[in-house]
């Protein structure tokens, strides 16, 4: 008992606490603060190697697009609804048989 009396008695032991409890819990760096900073670092990190892999598929999609005809020519039917002269192109939207189903229900 007298060495705990003692040591809180200690100047240094108490300013060495209480920059501690400063340093930990107040500060604007504090414990949680680091935590919270760590997560969103860690999220960051995760979007920007979605964005990197998104970029080298779109960059891949690219380089084919312009090398192969035949992919030019899909891509454009598919995606802008292209069409030869003698062709017609049905368009069959999946949203309207969804809510023809809800309705059934």
């Keep these: ?9 200690n100047k240094y032991f108490l300013s060495t606490t209480a920059f501690l409890v400063w340093m930990l819990f ?5 414990l949680l603060s680091q935590y919270e900073y760590r997560s969103q ?3 960051l990190e995760q979007e920007k190697q ?8 779109v960059q891949k999609d ?9 992919k030019l020519e899909k891509f454009a039917r598919e995606h802008y609804l292209m069409k ?8 069959i939207i999946e949203e309207e048989r969804k809510e023809e189903q809800k309705s059934l229900f």
């Design 62 to 70: 690219l380089d084919e697009l312009t090398t192969n005809k035949d």
């Design 50 to 57: 979605f964005y990197n892999q998104e970029i080298a598929k």
């Design 1 to 9: 008992m007298h060495k705990l009396l003692s040591l809180l008695k």
């Design 41 to 43: 670092l860690q999220k």
């Design 84 to 91: 030869r002269d003698n062709e017609d192109v049905f368009v």
């Design 26 to 30: 107040f500060d604007r760096n504090d």
